[in-house]
């Protein structure tokens, strides 16, 4: 039955239409356009590729785990701590990201070699390079948006069900984990997902403070051997394929947690 479902879903016209178009494109991009060049540049594509996979999964885990606890302050924490939270995710969102990448790598990496004891310390070949401070602030806008998405989240828990809970002796941490934090993360989710894929769509502006990921290579590609648009070209269908992964990833995990929950 779900099978049927399914074929009568994808076999519809306007969407066999697409699907014969876009094999059109791919058929007439692949004879009509110059890829001589993808075998010179394969390594450096496949390390670029990596790195900007690695930048999106640290950067996404990092501002996430800061994500839970500046939601909660603003949700239910003391105005000491909501507080500075709120204006944390305020001047995050506030900001372009392109501004506070270059303030931490021009402004804060520019500080470390003013110190021996930093340049002598086994911090320094890490502190020297790009690619902390495009993690780093990778990180924190992520943590910015989604700090606001967990505090809605949190505040949309029922209150009914805490006090159940405290009622039933429950201490604090336990109805964290076991309804407060499940139920905000189910609500969560969708938007999670979301704005994973647009962080996926900022790992370019790295390239602005010498970090070489997948858009830095396609540049590289431009400036060496002036083709223009085939590097172009094979850098959207790789962020159509990684985002179209994480959106199904995230589509997976939407039912899988729901199922759960229901359980």
């Known amino acids: 039955m779900n099978h049927q479902r399914i074929a009568e879903e994808v076999f ?3 969407r066999i239409v697409m699907v014969a178009v876009a094999l059109g494109l791919v058929v007439w991009a692949a004879l009509a356009l ?3 060049w ?4 394969y390594d450096l594509a496949v390390q670029g590729i990596w790195r900007t996979l690695w930048l999106l999964g640290l950067s996404c885990l990092i501002g996430f785990m800061l994500a839970v606890p500046l939601g909660l302050a603003q949700a239910a924490g003391p105005r000491f701590l909501a507080a500075p ?4 995710c305020t001047v995050i969102r506030g900001t372009p990201l392109l501004l506070q990448l270059w303030l931490i790598y021009f402004g804060v990496g520019s500080l470390f070699p003013q110190f021996p004891w930093i340049r002598e310390s086994e911090l320094w070949p890490y502190l020297r390079q790009a690619w902390p401070y495009a993690l780093l602030a990778l990180s924190l806008s992520f943590a910015g948006y989604e700090g606001e998405v967990m505090r809605g989240a949190f505040k949309s828990v029922a209150g009914g069900q805490l006090e159940a809970a405290r009622s039933m002796g429950m201490g604090r941490f336990a109805i964290f984990r076991r309804i407060w934090f499940p139920q905000a993360l189910q609500r969560a989710l969708p938007t999670l997902g979301g704005e994973t894929v647009l ?14 990921e997948i858009y830095a290579v396609s540049s590289r590609v431009r400036q060496d051997t002036f083709i ?8 959207a269908v ?4 990684i985002a179209g992964l994480l959106a199904l990833a995230f589509k997976l995990l939407e039912q899988r947690f729901n199922r759960g929950m229901v359980g």
């Not at 993808?38 to 540049?41: D, G, N, S, T």
């Not at 939270?85 to 944390?88: D, T």
């Not at 962080?199 to 070489?212: D, E, N």
């Open 38 to 41: 993808i075998p010179r540049y």
């Open 238 to 241: 790789i962020y159509m394929v």
């Open 199 to 212: 962080q996926l769509k900022a790992t370019p502006l790295v390239a602005t403070i010498t970090v070489i």
């Open 34 to 36: 110059r890829w001589d």
């Open 12 to 14: 519809v016209p306007h």
């Open 228 to 235: 223009i648009y085939e590097p172009l070209l094979l850098l």
């Open 85 to 88: 939270a709120r204006a944390f």
